[in-house]
């Protein structure tokens, strides 16, 4: 079982540039996921030259850890809308996904992109959570989305309750991206991947200039599609929820792949699963266990739950791929996309839940409209400077009274040295030796990487993930490596180094 997503295992890809120069464009885009990428699809189409900057590859952040499913829905359901805005606000969101929806299905025919795109129904279906499936229901016809109820005895698996959506799809989210990438790349549009943006100068004159360790950009607009802006900005950071869930893929003993996107209701869980095919190869993807990043005591076990759960459903033969994804929830259960502030000409799109890979398309036609000055049906629904004290209320309450604990707990607990000869390769451990809390893990080559444990955001004391090997901040969901670098998150900088000791102990 290697560590990767399966959507960008079966072919080599063209690289795209590292930044190595100072360039002056219309807009400069940070990140290359979904969102930028669209976002400067459609602006070299409105005639603006454009750059998009990316810390890693392209196509292989968030979008590419996403599950590759299209759908007009949300991730949390229509019913958590309905308990907090009216019919009118709903239809407008649902409209507005049903534009990101088909704005991709005309992108692909377009520009004649491969990435296995196929139609599919979706099912929601639980067996002890029935009700919940009951009300979904309700409320999908009351809105007038397609729908239909499938009676259990006809669904392939276990259910007391069944909704069918038709007409949504599946696609490799990596392969829409860079292919769509390849199509834009030029002169007009340059794309940079390894190019971690280090500083965000707003000049007095208006503009801005990003830069990276070995170059710059400046420009009179500022696209930050990062799934969650990078740095402080206390309006965003305490209205976003950070979360987690791993995904995996496998191969089956029979060839008896289902065919649609199915969301099962357990208890207080959910969990999703769909087939892939590539190149003769199939396989079944599955998603779930969603949690708190830097929350969980033991990530390993949410794999474990997860591949417990595939095993029930089907005749497992290998499980060949495993991988997380994040994402942030906002209190009001919105997506923020637009101006960062009241008249700047920076604009942000995050939010998204797990329903990123329409949100972000619907952002980047926002975005764009917004910079050239076109009025778009949507952009009012999704104003970042929107306020909803009512529908955001508790879930603000919850969320910021979780950071407050995790942040005091964490920063009155210690540990003695003693426990550092005790620390396994693989291992990490927050200790506080000298009076400094530091964050201590061991490599495969037992090698101890040391580093300070507070996050460079906020001054969080940060997590060790015992699956991805990686340090997370429970509280604003920032991820560094070992060895201290930014993975993804609101921070910018690396954890400091305090010391490492390369003896085999």
């Known amino acids: 079982m290697v560590a990767k997503p399966i959507w960008n295992s079966f072919e080599t890809f063209s690289k795209f540039p590292v930044l ?107 067996n002890d959570k029935a009700d919940k499936i009951e ?10 989305v397609p729908n239909l109820e499938v009676s259990p005895s006809d669904f392939p698996f276990k259910a007391k309750k069944v909704i069918k959506y038709p007409h949504q799809a599946q696609f490799n989210p990596f392969l829409y991206v860079h292919n769509l990438a390849n199509k834009i790349v030029s002169r007009e549009c340059q794309i940079f991947q390894d190019s971690k943006v280090e500083k965000i100068d707003k000049q007095e ?16 607009y500022l696209v930050h599609a990062t799934h969650t802006p990078k740095g402080i900005d206390l309006k965003f950071d305490t209205t976003l929820g950070p979360y987690r869930e791993y995904a995996i893929a496998a191969k089956l003993a029979k060839d008896n792949y289902p065919s649609g996107i199915f969301w099962e209701y357990k208890k207080d869980e959910k969990f999703s699963f769909r087939a892939y095919k590539r190149n003769g190869h199939h396989y079944i993807v599955a998603v779930g266990k969603s949690f708190k990043v830097g929350q969980s005591q033991h990530n390993k076990d949410l794999l474990e739950s997860l591949e417990a759960y595939l095993k029930e459903k089907f005749p497992v033969k290998e499980v060949t791929h495993y991988w997380g994804g994040q994402n942030y929830k906002p209190a009001d259960l919105l997506p923020f996309i637009g101006r960062k502030s009241p008249g700047a000409n920076e604009y942000i799109a995050t939010g998204f839940s797990t329903d990123g890979l329409v949100y972000g398309t619907l952002a980047g036609k926002i975005i764009t409209d917004l910079i050239t000055g076109n009025k778009n049906q949507y952009e009012d629904v999704f104003n970042p400077l929107r306020v909803n ?20 707990k964490d920063h009155i607990l210690g540990s003695s040295t003693k426990e550092l000869q005790k620390l396994k390769k693989g291992e990490g451990k927050i200790m506080e030796i000298e009076g400094k809390k530091l964050a201590i893990s061991r ?48 921070a910018i900088d690396a954890l400091s180094k305090v010391d490492e000791n390369n003896e085999n102990g």
């Open 20 to 126: 190595r120069e100072s360039l002056h464009v219309d807009v400069s885009i940070i990140g290359a996921g979904i969102t930028g990428i669209t976002t400067a699809y459609f602006l070299k189409k409105a005639g603006l030259k454009v750059a998009v900057l990316d810390a890693g590859k392209i196509g292989m952040g968030t979008t590419g850890h996403s599950t590759g499913n299209l759908y007009t829905i949300i991730d949390q359901l229509l019913s958590s809308l309905d308990s907090k805005y009216d019919k009118e606000i709903i239809q407008k969101v649902l409209k507005a996904r049903d534009f990101g929806f088909q704005t991709i299905e005309r992108i692909l025919r377009q520009e004649d992109i491969d990435c296995d795109y196929t139609v599919q129904p979706m099912y929601l279906f639980s």
């Open 443 to 490: 490599d495969e080559n037992m090698k101890y990487h040391v580093v300070s444990a507070y996050c460079t955001h906020l001054g969080c004391i940060i997590h060790w993930n015992d699956l991805e090997k990686s340090w997370d901040c429970p509280c604003h969901g920032s991820r560094f490596k070992p060895s201290g670098e930014v993975i993804e998150g609101p």
């Open 389 to 408: 004290p009512v529908k955001s209320a508790r879930a603000f309450t919850r969320e910021n009274l979780n950071v407050a604990k995790e942040f005091f």
């Open 135 to 144: 009300e979904e229901l309700g409320i999908s016809s009351r809105l007038g």
């Open 205 to 220: 004159k208006g503009g801005y200039i990003i830069s990276t360790k070995s170059g710059s950009v400046s420009s009179g």
